[in-house]
């Protein structure tokens, strides 16, 4: 796994996390879902990959920014999706989520980069969501909270470039997952995190993702189902 994650070679390096990832799918179907893989070697190649993540930000907020730099920054994240599947595999990805959520500084960072520079990081938000819509990963109600607190802004300005640039972003996924995982927030919190989507997605349309669904249900929760009851 060490191996794969500092390959340079851009070809060997997908096809050895493609193999790897079926090699351990295959070993799971033959354990009954158990795994001789440690948590905590996991764990610490993604916490690795978070750190080389945060000081390649930090180093672009302060230089001119460089080819080299962007490939950097795509192969960490890359990393990083290849690991969360490895996670979602193995049934263990919920801690990623909170992991994830905490990244307060890479997030902060990531408004001061280049779009076309930092949308490849928005993927790893955008698999998360789709993970807790699919009901894959099952992070606490405080850690789906913060996620979208402070995830779903940087997900949100590179949602036009993730649709154009990004072969696996499947944005009908992406929108369900964002939705499901407000909707599992207590009504207050429906209320907020949706009255802020309304304001965004009316300014930016097709560049914002579209929760009307997630919406709708909000509001019958809200508006409607007191007064059936009341009724009955």
Request: aromatic content about 8%; some cysteine.
């Amino acid at each position: 796994m060490e191996m794969v994650l500092k390959s340079t070679d851009d070809r060997a390096r997908r096809e050895m996390k493609a193999l790897v990832l079926n090699l351990l799918k295959d070993s799971n179907h033959c354990t009954d879902g158990s795994s001789d893989i440690s948590s905590e070697l996991l764990y610490s190649s993604c916490q690795g990959c978070l750190d080389r993540l945060r000081l390649l930000f930090s180093e672009a907020t302060g230089q001119e920014f460089s080819v080299e730099l962007t490939r950097q920054i795509t192969l960490e994240t890359d990393n990083l999706l290849w690991l969360v599947e490895i996670l979602v595999n193995q049934r263990i990805c919920d801690d990623f989520v909170a992991l994830w959520a905490n990244q307060s500084e890479i997030a902060e960072l990531h408004g001061k980069l280049p779009v076309a520079s930092r949308h490849t990081v928005s993927c790893i938000t955008a698999r998360l969501f789709v993970g807790i819509g699919r009901g894959e990963m099952l992070p606490s109600k405080n850690t789906r909270l913060l996620l979208l607190q402070v995830w779903l802004q940087p997900l949100i300005d590179d949602y036009s470039w993730l649709q154009c640039s990004c072969r696996s972003f499947d944005r009908k996924l992406v929108e369900e997952g964002i939705g499901q995982t407000i909707l599992t927030l207590p009504l207050e919190d429906q209320r907020s995190m949706l009255l802020a989507w309304l304001g965004r997605f009316l300014k930016l349309g097709d560049n914002c993702p579209n929760l009307q669904r997630a919406f709708e249900v909000w509001w019958r929760r809200t508006f409607v189902r007191p007064y059936v009851s009341q009724a009955r």
